[in-house]
C-alpha cells in the first residue's frame, strides 16, 4: 500500500527519518533516502511512539526519529504503526513515553492532529501552514 501511495503521488525521493525504519522496509531502496543523506525531499515517513484514540492525534518524539523536526517542512508526512501503539487518550501516551524513556527522555515531544490552517495572512485560508500538508498514517498489525 506504501508503494501505491508513493507511486499514485509520483514521489520520486522519499526522506526516511530514522534508521530502524529503513532497514525494516523491503521495497526500491533508490526511492528511499536514508536518514543521514537527506536534502531537500518534499515527503518523510517516520515511526511514531503512540496514535491517540480520543483524539486520532500522532505523538512523534525525537527518539524515533533522526531529525527532530524533518517532518514539520515535508509537504507529505507518512507515519508508520502498529496496533500496539494504539492508546487511549494523549495523556496515556505521555506516561506510557515517560516510563519507557526514564533514563533517555526525549528532547522533543510532538502531537499531530491534522495538516494544520491558518487564515493569518489576508484572511485567506492556508492549510498546512506550519508542518506538512497532506498526512498519512499505515497502521501494520503485527502477530
Known amino acids: 500500500q506504501l508503494l501505491l501511495l508513493l507511486e499514485n503521488k509520483q514521489l520520486q525521493r522519499v526522506r526516511m527519518l530514522d534508521n530502524q525504519?529503513?532497514?525494516?522496509?523491503?521495497?526500491?531502496k533508490d526511492l528511499i533516502i536514508p536518514p543521514e543523506?537527506?536534502?531537500?525531499e518534499e515527503?518523510?515517513?517516520?515511526?511514531?511512539?503512540?496514535?491517540?484514540?480520543?483524539?486520532?492525534?500522532?505523538v512523534i518524539?525525537?527518539?524515533?526519529?533522526?531529525d527532530k523536526l524533518a517532518w514539520t517542512?515535508?509537504?507529505?508526512?507518512?507515519?508508520?504503526?502498529s496496533v500496539k501503539q494504539l492508546v487511549p487518550d494523549i495523556t496515556s501516551a505521555y506516561l506510557k513515553i515517560a516510563n519507557k524513556y526514564k533514563q533517555n527522555f526525549?528532547?522533543?515531544?510532538?502531537v499531530v492532529n491534522a495538516a494544520s490552517?491558518?487564515?493569518?495572512?489576508?484572511?485567506?485560508?492556508?492549510v498546512g501552514a506550519h508542518g506538512a500538508k497532506?498526512?498519512?498514517?499505515f497502521l501494520v498489525d503485527e502477530e
Do not use: M, W
Open 21 to 28: 525504519l529503513f532497514e525494516g522496509l523491503q521495497f526500491p
Open 37 to 40: 543523506n537527506c536534502s531537500g
Open 43 to 58: 515527503t518523510s515517513i517516520s515511526r511514531c511512539e503512540y496514535l491517540a484514540a480520543r483524539t486520532g492525534s500522532i
Open 61 to 66: 518524539s525525537t527518539n524515533v526519529t533522526s
Open 73 to 81: 517542512y515535508c509537504k507529505i508526512h507518512i507515519v508508520i504503526a
Open 106 to 110: 526525549p528532547s522533543i515531544i510532538s
Open 117 to 126: 490552517c491558518t487564515t493569518d495572512f489576508e484572511q485567506k485560508l492556508i
Open 134 to 137: 497532506e498526512l498519512y498514517v
